[in-house]
T-cell receptor, first 108, second 111 residues
Framework: KNEVEQSPQNLTAQEGEFITINCSYSVGISALHWLQQHPGGGIVSLFMLSSGKKKHGRLIATINIQEKHSSLHITASHPRDSAVYICAAGGSQGNLIFGKGTKLSVKP | DTAVSQTPKYLVTQMGNDKSIKCEQNLGHDTMYWYKQDSKKFLKIMFSYNNKELIINETVPNRFSPKSPDKAHLNLHINSLELGDSAVYFC???WGPGIQYFGAGTRLSVL
């Protein structure tokens, strides 16, 4: 069993739909990271959170430390949101343990 | 002005060769990382340096040797390349264990 599990592995949505990607982790963390990998391969950090909820534009990330679970939500999804979303458990030295990613495809 | 830059972007080489990938960050960060993304797109940490000092060295073959001449640079040298080394290598940097900024990646193909 991986230390960081994401679901679903693949997700297809229609433009405008509300999207949720889930992440569970079994290791101790300093913080939980959400990253986006574009179809071209570049990786961008979206959120780093250690409690509660963070919002940036149409993206919302939440974490429940007791349940070792985090979710990434995308409101009013758009085709440009199509990418791989990766959850990662962050250690105290900054090292990241990655999930396998969720490939999101948003259709117009 | 790219925050984290890696060179080269693509590297095609023969088995047994030695090659280097360079990484530079202009963000003033104190921590730099090398990650490997395999053919299944799974990312895994290889090394981490803080203020030029190695702090994380995952189970990576000793053919891989990172070098940090200063806080802004972390280079990766690979000796005796093998087919299994083919992957995309990403450099990243951060302030301590904070948000990480990634380079564009170096796609290494070993023939």
């Amino acid at each position: 069993k991986n230390e960081v599990e994401q679901s679903p592995q693949n997700l297809t949505a229609q433009e405008g739909e509300f999207i949720t990607i889930n992440c569970s982790y079994s290791v101790g963390i300093s913080a939980l990271h959400w990253l986006q990998q574009h179809p071209g391969g570049g990786i961008v950090s979206l959120f780093m959170l250690s409690s509660g909820k963070k919002k940036h534009g149409r993206l919302i990330a939440t974490i429940n430390i007791q349940e070792k679970h985090s979710s990434l939500h995308i409101t009013a999804s758009h085709p440009r949101d199509s990418a791989v979303y990766i959850c990662a458990a962050g250690g105290s030295q900054g090292n990241l343990i990655f999930g396998k990613g969720t490939k999101l495809s948003v259709k117009p | 002005d790219t925050a984290v830059s890696q060179t080269p972007k693509y590297l095609v080489t023969q088995m047994g060769n030695d090659k280097s990938i360079k990484c530079e960050q202009n963000l003033g960060h104190d921590t730099m990382y090398w990650y490997k993304q395999d053919s299944k797109k799974f990312l895994k940490i290889m090394f981490s340096y803080n203020n030029k000092e190695l702090i994380i060295n995952e189970t990576v073959p000793n053919r891989f040797s990172p070098k940090s001449p200063d806080k802004a640079h972390l280079n990766l040298h690979i000796n005796s390349l093998e087919l299994g080394d083919s992957a995309v290598y990403f450099c990243a940097s951060s302030w301590g264990p904070g948000i990480q900024y990634f380079g564009a990646g170096t796609r290494l193909s070993v023939l």
